[in-house]
């Protein structure tokens, strides 16, 4: 079970920190990964972490504003998210998978936390 939260609303510029926190499962061995969905569009890829090696991926919307992290210990992925955009504005939501590499389809996640809401007001 996945719980995301941190999202809200804020000025373009501003940064938040979004949080996923894992139970149930065992963490440390998925790949988690964040998503999100724009007003009246498709769920589309942010990031992703692999469980092992701290391998990363970003699209390239996000390189350079956004950082991933996780915490095996914690069972707990976060995203930075600094500098933002009015198009950042979307429902984000953390997910996660056991692969063998870094996906990034959502349809290929298994595990979804209920979204948190981030409004970027310009």
């Known amino acids: 079970q996945l719980q995301a939260s941190g999202g809200g609303l804020v000025q373009a510029g501003a940064s938040l920190r979004l949080s996923c926190a894992a139970s149930?499962?065992?963490?440390?061995?998925?790949?988690m990964g964040w998503f999100r969905q724009p007003p009246g569009k498709e769920r589309e890829f942010v990031v992703a972490?692999?469980?092992?090696?701290?391998?990363?991926d970003y699209a390239d919307s996000v390189k350079g504003r956004f950082t991933i992290s996780r915490d095996n210990a914690k069972n707990t992925v976060w995203l930075q998210m600094n500098s933002l955009k009015a198009e950042d504005t979307a429902v984000y939501y953390c997910?996660?998978?056991?692969?063998?590499?870094?996906?990034?389809?959502?349809?290929?996640?298994?595990?979804w936390g209920q979204g948190t809401l981030v409004t970027v007001s310009s």
């Open positions: 149930g499962g065992t963490f440390s061995t998925y790949d």
């Open positions: 997910a996660a998978r056991i692969g063998r590499w870094l996906s990034l389809s959502f349809r290929e996640y298994t595990d």
């Open positions: 972490i692999r469980w092992i090696g701290a391998g990363t």
